[in-house]
């Protein structure tokens, strides 16, 4: 059992920047792939950034290209988003998932979830 938890959230200017952070419970680093998703109020979850286990590569919704950035630290396990030039369309709830399989956008192989941090991005 792998617990997640986000945090780094909160209420930011549309165009600045936010870091969040995914603290696992244990060394994940090698095991599990990671990725992050949002939920926006209205919407369905959908998929922002994914990593390989390893955090060799990395693949992104094509809303976030660009702008956001995933990483990973072996020593730690813990998987960052590096969010830049935030828009309003980015508020949203986001979550941390692990997954055992290859790294995806199908948030169906993720195992593991967070309880997700909120961002909200002020115009």
């Known amino acids: 059992q792998v617990q997640l938890v986000e945090s780094g959230g909160g209420l930011v200017q549309a165009g600045n920047s936010l870091r969040l952070s995914c603290a696992p419970s244990g060394h994940t680093f090698g095991k599990y792939s990671m990725g992050w998703f949002r939920q926006a109020p209205g919407k369905q979850r959908e998929f922002v950034a994914c990593?390989?286990?390893?955090?060799?590569?990395?693949y992104y919704a094509n809303s976030v290209k660009g702008r956001f950035t995933i990483s990973g630290d072996s020593a730690t396990s813990a998987v960052y988003l590096q969010m830049n030039s935030l828009e309003s369309e980015d508020t949203a709830v986001y979550y941390c998932a692990a997954s055992p399989g290859y790294y995806t956008q199908d948030e169906g192989a993720y195992v593991y979830w967070g309880r997700g941090t909120q961002v909200t991005v002020s115009s």
């Open positions: 990593i390989t286990r390893d955090g060799g590569r990395t």
